[in-house]
């Protein structure tokens, strides 16, 4: 048997690539997901390390499947967990930012073309300012309370002391030494320390909803005029709106690619 | 045996001399590529730095309140008895999504009495139809959040199911389901007969049956962090309903399709009132 031949042969034609079909490099940066596709069921974790996962091949693997399994899906559901404020905060950006506007817009009726611009922008305004004020007000008692509910650090005494219970029992229940009864406290136990967590988290939302809700209405017509160039007439009269009208006086536009602020974000050529 | 690999193909063609060629200009390459590469280490370690500093800063102010601040309201008797009270519920993040609309829609109320542009009747009529136009959206988001509980609990067995490398995480936990569902529909028959009122069992959680799978439990003992990330994604799927199911009637539905209907029989019920006032004056 030649290996030495076989050895001598390998590293020589390591560097041609006529040899390959692709390059190594190519592979690994253009193909690791399929290859992590084929490995198992998961994208996150590879199937075959459990034992029990089934080869893609023999799962249904739909649309919905995807996004499920999609890495931004999951960061979206850890993000809902930690930081329910902000993420409740960006759902309702999508949906008061992106969704309502595009109904709004996309309403028949002609004659209320000005109201429904300026509704658009609200609710575009709205959904940011909210975002923005709720994240960065929320964000640091976010990590506050994982600090004292997971890392627990900074803890009183009578969270140290319900913190303690709960281990001591759980410390009986894995080693099967516990009773029916410490079994029922230990559920209750954690069940109250789970919705006090909630709770506190929560709380934050409450103490900024009146100061969010009045910068919101203070910030919202300023944004809508400079940013979105978007202003909100005055109701006219009907003898001084025919004189508009025969000014011939257009409904406004959302402008704001001309404003300055989106002219340094713009591209192509000047 | 005689492996027929024919070594002296690649010594005398141009494989070798490719290669040759290849490991000459190797270093000119190289020369090339270390000066970028070099640039790049510098700027990730200056990126780094600067990160490093900015996440020290955070990382102070928020042990400072920690410290300060949640430390206090953890501590707070009054919070732990409402959270001991409401532990058993499992709309309390709904509940706490009202509570922040509540201030939010009082607030608004609160601005359209204290208006003097308005007219007493005009601003009464109004604060009633935002309250009214509160009251029902809640109730709505609260039915349709208990409407789409239970697909959206299928639909978190099946994300759990991608996160555990379980094909079959999913199809079992459908089969518990409806098993349960089965025992349920045989309890309510006998405790009809009986008279009584039956004691049914609760759907299967996913966050129990993620603790109870096996792919879990080695990842407990292998890389605790992983585990409690794995387990946070799935306890993220609950308020990540909430936030969608109310979101969308708070800032979608209700602006969209209640407001404009409920401003119209305002202004009809406003009109309606002035014109039996201005009669009754004539009169």
Redesign the interface.
Known sequence: MKINSILYDTSFKQDNLRLHSESHNFREKNSAGLYEKDRGYSNVYCGSFTGKSKPATTIKRTFFDKILASNWFGKLSKYAEEHNISASALIALVLAGVMRPATILSLPGKEDKEDKIYAAGHAIASGIIGFAVSTAVTSPFDESIRKIFDEKKFRGKKFKDLDDKIAELTKQKNAGTITAEAKETLKSLTKRRETFKTLVKNIPDWVIGVPRAILTIALIPPILKYVFGVEKKKKTSPAENKDMNTNNMDAPKMDFIDKPVFAQVKGGVR | ???T?N?TF?KNNG??R??YY??QRQPVFTSKTQAPEELMNKAMKDKSKFFKYFNEK?DK???F???K???????S?S??K???K????DN??QH??T??SV??SG??MQRTLANDKLDKDRKNTLAVNQGLTFAVSTVGAYALDKYVKGWWDN?TA??A????????FYENYLKQKQAIAAENKKLVQEAKAKGVKPELKSAPKVGKLVEKH??YK?LLKTSETDA???M??????S??RA??V???V???FV??VVTKPANFLCEKYLAKKKAKTEANQNA
């Open positions: 045996m005689n492996l690999v070594n690649s494989y070798q490719q290669n290849s490991q955070y102010f928020t042990d309140i920690a410290d601040f949640t430390s206090k309201i953890v501590e008797d919070l732990m409402l959270a001991d409401f532990k058993n519920s309390f993040y706490c999504l509570i922040g201030i939010t607030l608004y639909v099946r994300f199911g991608h996160l555990l490398g379980d094909g079959k096996n792919y080695t409690k990330t794995l946070t994604k799935v306890k993220g799927m308020p990540l936030m969608i109310f979101g969308f708070y800032r979608y602006p969209v």
